[in-house]
């Protein structure tokens, strides 16, 4: 079975403080992906990263950053904090294909509330 | 612009009962369609897949189809149980361009089943 797991489900953090969210996948998936999801709005897709330290921007990548030191992990970062970055946040992985075919698999989420 | 918009927002149905969630794209060039289940506070686990060859996909008591002329997909979910209480959401990949295939994600419908 694959596992991504997320580091917390819920976060509570001031504004203007350094968050990290990290996300560890055990399948040797090549991609990983951050994602921000708000009601109404879907999933937006913040960075994405194909291969150890690669990232690429998604749509939403303002104020936010990333890092892929080791396959299996791949941190979201909010370099300082803002109440417009409260948000549920989730990490997917899955293999590279040419297909696209593949299978994104999704960790349980942390709901980051900013004060 | 991309876009991927489902009906209705919410429904609310019997347990046993059959119901039916509607996904309008405007994804172009359309490469694949994936539905997807959230459970409250988990991340959303794939359902089924559809490429723009196949019309009807079922898995269990989910089937759903494609008409890739219309631009139109559909969940139909088969005497429905407490447990299909869940957010469903469309997201459809684009063919073209980057290394990872574009998805875009509807904003969900959340169904609720009722004993």
């Known amino acids: 079975d694959v596992k991504v797991t997320q580091s917390s489900r819920y976060l509570v953090k001031r504004t203007g403080e350094k968050v990290f969210l990290e996300c560890v996948q055990d399948?040797?998936?090549?991609?990983m992906f951050w994602y921000r999801q708000d009601p109404g709005l879907g999933l937006r897709l913040i960075y994405f990263s194909y291969d150890v330290k690669m990232k690429e921007k998604g749509d939403i990548p303002e104020g936010y950053s990333v890092s892929r030191e080791k396959k299996e992990r791949f941190s979201l970062i909010l370099e300082s904090a803002s109440t417009n970055q409260t948000s549920m946040y989730l990490c997917?992985?899955?293999?590279?294909?040419?297909?696209?075919?593949?299978?994104?698999?999704f960790g349980p989420g942390t709901r980051l509330l900013v004060l | 612009k991309n876009q991927v918009e489902q009906s209705p927002q919410s429904l609310i149905i019997l347990e046993g009962k059959n119901c039916t969630l509607q996904c309008n794209y405007t994804v172009s060039p359309f490469s694949n369609l994936r539905w997807y289940k959230q459970d409250t506070g988990r991340g959303p686990v794939s359902l089924t897949i559809m490429t723009f060859s196949e019309n009807t996909k079922s898995n269990g008591r989910y089937t759903a189809t494609l008409d890739a002329d219309t631009k139109q997909s559909s969940l139909h979910i088969t005497a429905s149980q407490l447990s299909d209480s869940a957010s469903y959401i469309c997201?459809?990949?684009?063919?073209?361009?980057?290394?990872?295939?574009?998805?875009?994600f509807g904003q969900g419908t959340i169904l609720t089943v009722h004993p």
């Open positions: 997201v459809v990949r684009n063919a073209g361009g980057t290394s990872y295939g574009k998805l875009t």
């Open positions: 997917a992985s899955n293999f590279y294909s040419g297909s696209h075919a593949e299978t994104q698999y």
């Open positions: 399948m040797d998936h090549e991609n």
